[in-house]
């Protein structure tokens, strides 16, 4: 029902509103970039992108197009791909109707859910979906039969989903440090990363266009600042930094801890470090 109602333009996003005579502003509210179309919110807006990415399946080699038709007919085409794997492909389906919800709940809520428990929410309901199509159902002849559309599929953790990539894990992290060096006034920064493959990115992004959507919002930023160098260092030169963002992950640390002092171990650690 969701497919019908975007490929008949019957979502309500600015261009059919507006289409439908009501008189609204055509930029999308999301992003403030660009004409709010339905191909738009659930394509090419940046929630829209960083799930796709967060998928990890094919994209068209140019990115989607303004065409609603030509994007649903490419993603929708993935779904008969041997090389996508059975469980992502039949997420596809739920994967477009939770980019939609996101939206609106950002629009009109006033929430801004987890993209990564977006696309886990997806896989579940497509599990869901499997068992359905692999309950029996008997023939004429009396005899049940069953439909299978592949062997049992166990849901990945979710944090097993969150580290699946690891080039837009880091490219997030950056848009955050970046956000956050800015608010506090910090004009001459170098950022560290032990992830080499993020930063050839950055410096190189023609070359990296999957990860397009993270790397044009850090280019955006980093005119703000005066100057700012990113550097490749070792996994063992980052073992605290490591160690500490493990720490928050693994006891479900909301908020930082790091100005109270720190936990126990940290100042041995740095004390370790010291003597290196």
């Not at 032990?194 to 190189?204: P, R």
């Not at 493990?246 to 003597?275: C, F, H, M, N």
Request: net charge neutral; charged share 20%.
């Amino acid at each position: 029902m969701f497919l019908w109602r975007a490929l008949s333009g019957a979502l309500a996003v600015s261009v059919c509103l507006q289409a439908h005579g009501m008189n609204t502003d055509l930029t999308c509210s999301l992003c403030q970039d660009a004409i709010e179309s339905i191909s738009h919110v659930l394509f090419q807006c940046w929630p829209a992108r960083e799930v796709w990415e967060i998928t990890n399946i094919p994209m068209p080699n140019q990115g989607f197009t303004d065409s609603l038709h030509d994007n649903l007919a490419f993603i929708l085409k993935l779904m008969s791909n041997d090389g996508v794997s059975l469980n992502m492909r039949m997420a596809i389906p739920w994967i477009l109707w939770g980019i939609w919800k996101h939206r609106n709940g950002i629009k009109y809520a006033g929430t801004q859910g987890d993209l990564n428990a977006l696309v886990t929410h997806a896989l579940e309901e497509a599990e869901v979906w499997n068992k359905l199509m692999e309950a029996p159902s008997h023939s004429s002849s009396g005899r049940a039969t069953v439909i299978r559309l592949d062997s049992r599929w166990s849901k990945p953790p979710l944090e097993m989903l969150k580290s699946s990539n690891r080039i837009a894990a880091e490219l997030r992290g950056f848009l955050w440090m970046l956000h956050s060096l800015y608010d506090l006034h910090l004009n001459n920064i170098e950022v560290w990363s032990d992830c080499n493959a993020a930063v050839e990115a950055i410096i190189d992004s023609p070359n990296w266009p999957r990860y397009h959507s993270y790397l044009d919002r850090i280019h955006r930023l980093l005119p703000q600042f005066g100057k700012v160098i990113f550097k490749v260092s070792s996994t063992k030169a980052n073992g605290i930094a490591r160690e500490i963002a493990l720490s928050v992950t693994r006891d479900g640390r909301g908020q930082s801890y790091l100005a109270r002092g720190g936990p126990v171990w940290l100042q041995s650690r740095i004390d370790e470090e010291k003597r290196r």
